[in-house]
């Protein structure tokens, strides 16, 4: 497997209209964020479909495609993330708006959720004394139905990889490559 990018180069930076409406939504909040996780939001785009787009040419379509796989992979098993959520995104959730969640076991007096992976599970962070900053994914064979994968958003997120995989479009990852005023990359001929 090859890592094209990991970690922060995955956001998009703030700008300073971004950051006032952000200052804005925090002030507006009925729970504190935590400090660590305040300083993310405030210097990193969040929300859905707002990771950077990383795409390559495929010439046999004529057309720029989207690399497939973006997972936090320090452990054994990958877990594919799909979108770190917004503000605006993050209280919807809570409300259960969609109504698709179940949230009997818990307790946004300790947590919220602040993102979206594979297999319709959450990502929290914690805002209570004892798990103040820590992310956490769902995990139902757990006890108290949550397990911790990081000690705050910026050690989860430095384990994020955009990677390809062999086998997913047939060509060999060493033939990719960048021209540094493009965006996107290229096949090798």
Not at 108 to 130: A, M, T, W, Y
Request: hydrophobic letters at 40%; charged letters at 30%; aromatic letters at 14%.
């Amino acid at each position: 497997m090859y890592n094209f990018a990991k970690g922060t180069e995955l956001l998009n930076l703030t700008d300073q209209e971004y950051r006032i409406e952000i200052s804005k939504e925090i002030k507006g909040l009925e729970f504190n964020l935590p400090t660590i996780y305040k300083v993310f939001i405030e210097n990193y785009i969040v929300g859905r479909s707002k990771f950077k787009e990383f795409k390559y040419l495929d010439k046999r379509y004529n057309e720029k495609l989207d690399f497939l796989d973006m997972s936090f992979r320090p452990k054994k098993d990958d877990i594919a993330v799909y979108a770190l959520l917004s503000l605006k995104e993050i209280i919807r959730i809570m409300n259960n708006e969609s109504g698709n969640f179940d949230f009997d076991e818990i307790d946004f007096n300790k947590v919220i959720p602040i993102g979206e992976c594979h297999g319709q599970r959450l990502l929290f962070v914690g805002i209570d004394s004892q798990n103040l900053d820590r992310i956490f994914i769902e995990d139902l064979l757990s006890e108290n139905k949550m397990s911790k994968l990081s000690e705050n958003i910026f050690d989860f997120v430095s384990d994020i990889e955009l990677f390809y995989e062999d086998s997913i479009n047939g060509f060999s990852s060493e033939l990719y490559y960048k021209r540094l005023t493009e965006n996107f990359w290229r096949i090798k001929e």
